[in-house]
């Protein structure tokens, strides 16, 4: 054999070997869409049912001009009342002509031409949740309709489902017809269940959608809990789903089944409230830290043409968006709650631990204090990495990374530069432009705004430790000590 043939069929084996292995992964999610949580805006959290073609565009256009968009957040989530109160008689669904002038196709065009997408919303019941026509029944009709519009996304909901649920066979029947249906439109639809739970979604949904809802609605408050809500966080499984649920309830109830997350397919925490206004910054904090790396979808709920520069400033930390896109698509677990006896006004003194590992073997880990006070909380490499004194982990030596580090987050100075429009979100330090470079390109370049403020070094069988204010959060990323200094292409 030459050198040349036996260069040729090395490269041949390369590429092969390649292209299988990238098909392995994207085998993973049932349409290859979502390979890592969705990211976008939707109108429900803040509008409810009261948008129009100006909400639409207003907000369109914040996503493009704030940064958002080459961020990561294109979807445009159309949640509710969309059409008229009645389909026409040959069964179509009709779009409400006063509420969008221009007309949905039109409106879908320039999503598309401002590099967004299309999101739109339906029941798998008789009707949606607000009382317009739902598509039980007309699958295949909606499903077109959509793609005739040039939809990009679906969110899928379960009220008046005339009693098919209450077995996970029921609800899955029910839910496949649309994604059936979705399939045979020939568009790529990324396909978004919102069940609340009903019949543990977690355990049949990956095969159908790219992502579930596991609980009640959220509302914009840390851990009140409110009648409507009736189930605790500590609940794995949930009769009654509710509304109005905290953002501690609902994570705790997301605990339980984080490990069913995987490239292709989300347990889904529900809409970000960051910016709406009911939870102070440490509380926002830790709800975006939390819904990032436990990898549900992210998926803004706010005005975003009334955005604080603190608020802002949480919604584009680049250093806890890298977790939340990382490609392994593994989310954190906790680890760890331990009681305390200085409760809040609702009850709640627990400190929590949590972690988990990132495709590049970094670590992320979290510490939570939910509780009345701020406090100093210390725990082992071994307490943090599951309690197993034998945990590989808790023998290494580890570089921190503060994702909330001063240096990293953007200044409120620059963030109001940028909602006043008088500095571009592309041009500002602390913004990093995900479109130009990929999430994983990043980190694979060590580019420092992915990984936070650097912060130290922990040895093996020492204590991580942190002063974490009340309803508030610590979260790092660690790094193997010797990688860190190196490229990772030479290591
Ligand atoms: C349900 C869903 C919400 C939202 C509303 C719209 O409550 O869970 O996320 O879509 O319906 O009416």
Not at 244 to 257: D, E, R
């Amino acid at each position: 054999m030459t050198p040349n043939s036996r260069f040729i069929i090395l490269t041949w084996l390369l590429v092969n070997c390649i292209n299988k292995s990238a098909l392995a992964a994207k085998r993973l999610s049932y349409n290859g869409l979502a390979q890592t949580p969705q990211m976008g805006w939707d109108t429900y959290n803040a509008y409810a049912l009261e948008y129009n073609e100006t909400t639409i565009t207003t907000n369109a256009n914040a996503l493009v001009q704030l940064g958002f968009r080459d961020l990561g957040y294109r979807v445009v989530i159309f949640d509710d009342a969309m059409t008229e109160l009645n389909r026409s008689s040959d069964g179509s669904l009709v779009e409400n002509a006063s509420k969008f002038p221009s007309g949905l196709a039109q409106i879908a065009d320039n999503l598309h031409r401002d590099g967004l997408q299309f999101g739109v919303y339906s029941s798998a019941g008789r009707f949606t949740c607000g009382g317009y026509p739902g598509s039980l029944g007309y699958e295949y009709t909606d499903a077109t309709w959509w793609a005739s519009l040039g939809a990009d996304y679906l969110k899928y909901d379960n009220c008046y489902n005339e009693g098919l649920s209450g077995t996970p066979k029921l609800s899955q029947d029910r839910y496949a017809a649309m994604s059936n249906a979705l399939n045979s439109t020939g568009r790529q639809i990324t396909y978004s269940l919102c069940n609340w739970g009903d019949d543990k979604p977690w355990e049949w949904a990956s095969t159908i959608s790219n992502s579930a809802r596991m609980s009640g609605d959220i509302n914009d408050g840390f851990d009140m809990p409110t009648a409507s809500c009736p189930c605790g966080p500590d609940e794995y499984y949930c009769q009654v789903p509710g509304h109005g649920c905290s953002v501690i309830n609902i994570l705790g109830k997301a605990s339980h089944f984080v490990s069913k997350n995987q490239p292709g397919y989300w347990n889904d925490l529900d809409m970000l409230e960051v910016g709406n206004g009911g939870m102070d910054y440490d509380e926002y904090k830790l709800h975006f830290s939390m819904w990032a790396a436990i990898k549900s979808p992210l998926i803004m709920g706010n005005k975003l043409d009334q955005l604080s520069a603190q608020d802002f400033g949480i919604l584009v930390n680049p250093a806890v968006l890298a977790i939340s896109q990382d490609p392994a698509g593994s989310a954190i677990q906790r680890q760890l709650v331990r009681q305390v006896n200085d409760k809040d006004e609702y009850g709640f003194g627990e400190l929590q631990v949590w972690s988990g590992e990132l495709d590049n073997g970094d670590q992320v880990v979290a510490f939570l204090n939910i509780g009345n006070s701020s406090t100093t909380m210390e725990f082992s490499l071994v307490e943090v990495f599951g309690g197993i004194r034998t945990n590989k982990n808790a023998q290494k030596r580890w570089d921190l990374f503060d994702v909330w580090g001063n240096e990293t987050v953007m200044s409120n100075e620059v963030a109001t530069q940028i909602l006043n429009g008088t500095l571009a979100a592309g041009d500002a330090t602390g913004y990093y432009n995900a479109t130009a470079m990929s999430w994983s390109q990043g980190l694979n370049q060590n580019n420092p705004l992915l990984f936070g403020t650097p912060v130290g070094t922990v040895q093996p069988g020492e204590m991580l430790s942190a002063e974490v204010p009340r309803h508030g959060i610590q979260m790092w990323r660690l790094r193997e000590a010797n990688m860190s200094s190196r490229k990772r292409d030479e290591v």
